[in-house]
């Protein structure tokens, strides 16, 4: 059996005798039988669920902030609300995607600047505690009878604005640092992509938000909802097309196959979330419609970029060509300074050719 | 302990680690060039080590049925065919061995690969991969429970009973080495054999190898003699041999565990150009950091103006 993979490297006309093989369109790399270099993540749905409900979460916090702030206590309320749940989901589906579900406090154990999982789960336990007893505070208040407090709902109905807050000043980092989670990886269009992902990640939880406000606002709630879902669906929107056309190589595994797809729903269901927002706004069920469209592109966006991720993982391609690539500018750029200089002589680097020099 | 290369460039692990006065680093020099595949490395591994089997397989890849390094296997030996027609190998140096008959590429009535006097015109690389153990080590870095730790011997060892099984040290490694069992749920990887190592004995991969080809000592020894080999071969006319993973100032700053190559690094299934992950994690942090201003500055304007 000849080696592995996509064939031999063309060598520029080196060996004789080889015609028949150079009709053969041939890849331009090696590699070992054609199998993977790197692992595929071990990470299931549960984390590309996460990274959905984690934005969700801190986005609705930002929201029911805001709506205190503001005096809109439909999305003050469902703000809360919905944070809890996402707070509640994020925790259940990270745990469940450890090996060993029963250790995760071992989480707890270190704080690691150069661990984006340790530093985020610090963020989560901030944001989680802020959250829950902004919705505690809110679950307080709801179940108050007329204007009667009883002993313990004054100081949790008061303690609703400033958890809430806090929540809120959290809620930004817990919707970004999922993106240096999976940019901090050997994963290669993952990595690659680490100056669009947060973007992408917050503008995707922004929309998400918006699209819990969509579906609660009252019609005097409509305009800084519409505002949000923009901004939000922008940021989303071009963080996407960023990640998928400015990568080179490593934007391949989000425009093909099944991350393809995904990322396609999920540009498709923003812009119709949107068009839905601006144009049928003044609907009731039209507004609810916009925002689970909202909603859903944000789950497809997280997903698309989740498997597109773990594509890049299986091919070597994604691997050698990007270093190759790389190495070969790194040589380009020395020659054109030896060059420049004229100090550095062919023989002085004959003896130490290092394993790049083939 | 943290200076200006512990995230990437030339270091010394050991004490950046915290270590004062450590014993010398300690790695492995893997020297392909006599490796004859007999994988009594992979076996001293897995009885030393109580590494679970990972299956009957047949592969179908030359002799190689392990496929790559994993949770159950610290040692993987490759196996790579190469057909080198005897004629052409002056391309790229002069043959090693007594020169032959000139291989014309005639389809013949002979075996495949046979040439006339009996010399073949294939090749057979071998070689045992393995754990790195780099100085900048990205499964180190982002093990967010510290069950990864760096020994005093300057290796990178996972500590299975703090081990959650997050995986993010399978996603982190440039390699493909480290993986989670999924019997277990906790990730595994070579240990550079850290409790040998705390007795004063050599891993038993290199206690085991017949050819010397798996060599274990003081790291900066091992580079010293890495060197000596690489220009005695290139001076026998094998001008292909390279080193792998030697160099400090390399993407990883350098590998505990280094290897002598007859080919690229690629055709024996290893990355060319590794770079640890974490190198970019302050620009990483930057992005995020300008991306959540921005997702706070969204919420402002949308509700700027509109108390009502």
């Known amino acids: ?356 020099t083939g | 302990m943290v200076s200006r290369n512990s995230l990437s460039g030339p270091l010394d692990p050991t004490p950046d680690a915290g270590y004062v006065d450590p014993p010398a680093r300690k790695g492995f020099f893997t020297d392909t060039s006599v490796c004859i595949g007999c994988k009594a490395c992979e076996v001293a591994c897995k009885e030393w080590n109580e590494v679970p089997s990972d299956g009957l397989n047949l592969l179908g890849l030359s002799f190689d049925n392990t496929g790559s390094l994993g949770a159950d296997s610290w040692r993987h030996v490759a196996f790579i065919e190469q057909s080198r027609p005897v004629g052409a190998q002056s391309f790229e140096g002069p043959p090693t061995g007594p020169s032959g008959t000139s291989f014309l590429g005639m389809p013949g009535t002979a075996l495949p690969g046979a040439s006339q006097d009996g010399r073949t015109d294939l090749r057979w690389l071998m070689a045992s991969d393995v754990c790195k153990h780099c100085t900048h080590a990205a499964c180190l870095d982002v093990c967010p429970t510290g069950s990864l730790f760096r020994t005093e011997f300057g290796t990178v060892v996972v500590q299975e009973d703090i081990c959650n099984g997050c995986g993010y040290c399978v996603s982190a490694c440039p390699y493909g080495v480290i993986d989670r069992r999924e019997t277990d749920g906790r990730a595994w990887k070579c240990t550079l054999c850290y409790d040998r190592l705390k007795g004063d004995a050599e891993p038993a991969c290199a206690k085991a190898c017949p050819t010397d080809s798996i060599q274990f000592g003081d790291l900066d020894e091992l580079r010293e003699r890495a060197d000596r080999r690489v220009a005695a071969l290139q001076g026998a006319g094998v001008t292909e041999a390279r080193l792998y993973g030697h160099d400090e100032s390399d993407g990883v700053g350098g590998d505990g565990a280094f290897f002598l190559l007859l080919d690229e690094p690629e055709v024996y299934g290893l990355p060319p150009d590794p770079v640890v992950t974490t190198k970019d994690l302050p620009d990483m942090w930057r992005h995020a950091g300008l991306a959540a201003l921005a997702m706070a500055a969204g919420v402002v304007a949308a509700f700027a103006g509109a108390r009502r």
């Open chain 1, 1 to 356: 059996m000849a080696e592995g993979g996509r064939g031999a490297r063309r060598r520029g006309g080196g060996r004789g005798g080889q015609g028949a093989e150079l009709m053969v369109p041939e890849a331009d790399f090696r590699s070992y039988y054609g199998r993977a270099i790197l692992k595929p993540p071990v990470w299931k749905h549960d984390v590309a669920i996460y990274l959905f409900t984690g934005g969700l979460a801190a986005s609705s916090s930002m929201l029911a902030a805001a709506g205190d702030l503001t005096h809109r206590p439909e999305l003050r309320r469902a703000g809360r609300a919905s944070a809890m749940a996402a707070l509640l989901a994020s925790t259940f589906f990270l745990v469940k995607d450890l090996g060993r579900p029963k250790r995760f406090l071992y989480m707890l154990r270190v704080a690691k600047p150069t661990s984006p999982m340790s530093v985020g789960t610090w963020i989560l336990t901030a944001y989680g505690g802020a959250a829950g007893l902004a919705a505690v505070s809110e679950a307080a208040r709801a179940t108050v009878v007329g204007s009667r407090l009883g002993v313990l709902d004054r100081p949790l109905v008061g303690v609703g604005r400033p958890a809430g807050l806090a929540a809120a000043a959290v809620a930004p980092a817990l919707a970004t640092y999922t993106a240096v989670l999976l940019a901090d990886t050997a994963v290669p269009s993952w990595h690659e992509a680490y100056r669009q992902l947060p973007f992408l990640f917050a503008g995707s939880a922004l929309a998400s938000g918006a699209g819990v406000g969509l579906i609660a606002a009252g019609p005097d709630d409509l305009g800084p909802v519409r505002r949000l879902a923009v901004t939000g669906a922008a940021m989303e929107l071009a963080g996407a097309r960023s990640v998928r056309h400015r990568l080179g190589l490593l934007s391949e595994p989000y425009l093909t196959g099944r991350a393809g797809r995904l990322l396609q729903a999920g540009e498709m269901l923003t812009v119709t979330g949107i068009t839905g927002a601006l144009l049928g706004g003044h609907s009731r069920v039209l507004r609810r419609l916009a925002g689970a469209c909202l909603l859903a592109a944000s789950l497809a966006t997280r997903f698309g970029i989740f498997e597109g991720g773990v594509e890049s993982t299986k091919d070597p391609k994604y691997v050698v060509v990007p270093q190759r690539e790389r190495m070969a500018a790194r040589a380009a750029q020395e020659a054109e300074r030896g060059h420049r200089t004229e100090t550095v002589t062919p023989s002085d680097e004959a003896g130490t050719s290092s394993p790049t």
